[in-house]
């Protein structure tokens, strides 16, 4: 199955600022998928990445606050903005595995903001 | 607005079959059924999918309805390590998101 490279796996910020997250793929794939889980709840997509393309955002996300970008097949970045204790979460970026079927998750990038 | 139902949370003791139902009562007829587990805070893992015939493998078992309005994971020899939130998820195949229900949560007693 594919394998997916996330950095950073947690980090503490401050609110105000910004955090880039980076996910790698071994192989490469049309869409890149990148999902937010809050504490105790399930798993929410924030958008989709298409290389060559602007992401499409779900309901409730804005390019604003979650630019990212999609600069080749295997790569991916999400950044979260003007970060505030709301944002703290894990985010997970997704990619469809052709070969098995089903998706392969990163392990997940575990932010807190104070 | 997740289109699967599954109960909150199972027990099962070790080294027993734990079977996990889910509800998909909507289901398309280009749509799999997946299921993914996710151990505590780690990125969901994949276990298996199927679409309407009964799939196996190394992880688990699938065992679709033939109105396919229902189906139950079986894992056959539950261990410790097996702890985890289930989630079963409706999706077409081809590059379509998944939507998260809230899973079920399965706890192994030793």
């Known amino acids: 199955s594919a394998v997916i490279s996330q950095k950073p796996s947690r980090d503490i910020c401050q609110r105000g600022t910004s955090l880039t997250i980076q996910c790698q793929v071994d192989?490469?794939?049309?869409?890149m998928f990148w999902y937010r889980q809050q504490p105790g709840q399930s798993l929410t997509l924030i958008a989709t990445?298409?290389?060559?393309?602007?992401?499409?955002?779900e309901s409730g996300f804005v390019i604003d606050k979650f630019p990212i970008s999609r600069p080749n097949l295997t790569f991916s970045t999400l950044t979260v903005s003007n970060m505030s204790p709301e944002d703290s979460s894990i985010y997970l970026c997704?990619?469809?595995?052709?070969?098995?079927?089903?998706?392969?998750f990163g392990s997940g990038t575990r932010l807190t903001v104070v | 607005d997740a289109k699967t139902t599954q109960p909150p949370s199972m027990d099962c003791a070790e080294g027993r079959a734990a079977n996990l139902p889910c509800n998909h009562s909507?289901?398309?007829?280009?749509?799999?059924v997946y299921w993914y587990r996710q151990i505590h805070s780690q990125g969901p893992q994949y276990i298996i999918h199927?679409?309407?015939n009964n799939e196996t493998n190394e992880m688990a078992s699938l065992i679709i309805t033939e109105d396919r309005k229902s189906s139950t994971l079986i894992l056959p020899h539950a261990t410790l390590r097996d702890t985890a939130v289930y989630y079963c998820?409706?999706?077409?195949?081809?590059?379509?998101?998944?939507?998260f229900g809230t899973g079920t949560r399965l706890t192994i007693i030793p």
């Open positions: 909507t289901i398309s007829g280009n749509e799999y």
């Open positions: 199927g679409l309407k």
């Open positions: 997704s990619v469809e595995d052709l070969r098995r079927g089903g998706y392969t």
């Open positions: 998820i409706v999706s077409a195949f081809g590059n379509e998101k998944l939507t």
């Open positions: 990445a298409n290389q060559g393309s602007e992401a499409t955002y």
């Open positions: 192989s490469q794939v049309t869409m």
